[in-house]
């Protein structure tokens, strides 16, 4: 039974630093070949008295039972997004469509939505967050420019910000796909989201690339 995501992380972070609002930020959709990518962010107030938090483990009353998408079904997520939109101080999501991917490469269109993300949650908040966690093994938000920024491996998996950020980027991003499914029928974008499925690989082959692939990534076979 996967681990719930808890604020341990969030927490040793404040006791190390003094950070009160931290951020969670996590994507969606990096390896699809269609679609938008998406970032969340979530922000947690860690002196919001009704956090309520056990500090021993780290968990967040009535928010037990979030982690990352990835290990939750679709009704669970669509039962917790609005419930850590709910409790969270602020949170975002931003898209950057396949366009703009094909036009400034994956790694900055993230960095444009995560920051977005940023800039919306903190006008939410009237004050710059404290401290961001960022899921992965690098800074691709910053690129290593800002000391409040720390990536963790798998904290998706381990902080319940990034966690919280992950469920409400992807329960929007698959929002966005199955309206773009009914546009194009075919290509099975309401259950592949926009990955490379074999359905979705034939479905190029035969009715051909639309506005909402990404071009520059290698969709179709190399001829023989």
Known sequence: MPEDATLLPELELAAATGARYV?????VGRGALAG?????????????????LCRATGVAEGLHGVRDSKLLTAKARGRWAPIVTARAAA???????????????ITAA??????????EVEDRLGRAVDAVILDGSHDWLTGGRSSRVTSMVKAD????????????????????????ALQHPGYGWDSNRGYGSAAHRAALVESGITPH????????????
Do not use: C, F
């Open 23 to 27: 951020a969670g930020v996590d994507e």
């Open 36 to 52: 938008p990518v998406s970032v969340g962010v979530t922000v947690y107030d860690l002196h919001e008295p009704e956090l309520r």
């Open 91 to 105: 949170s975002s999501v931003q898209h950057r469509a396949a366009a703009r991917i094909d036009e400034v490469g």
């Open 110 to 119: 993230l960095r444009e939505a995560g920051l977005a993300g940023l800039d």
């Open 157 to 180: 998996v381990k902080a319940l910000s990034v966690a919280s950020a992950s469920v409400i980027a992807k329960v929007r991003r698959d929002a966005l796909m199955e309206e773009l």
């Open 213 to 224: 692939h990404r071009r520059s990534w290698n969709l179709l076979p190399v001829p023989a």
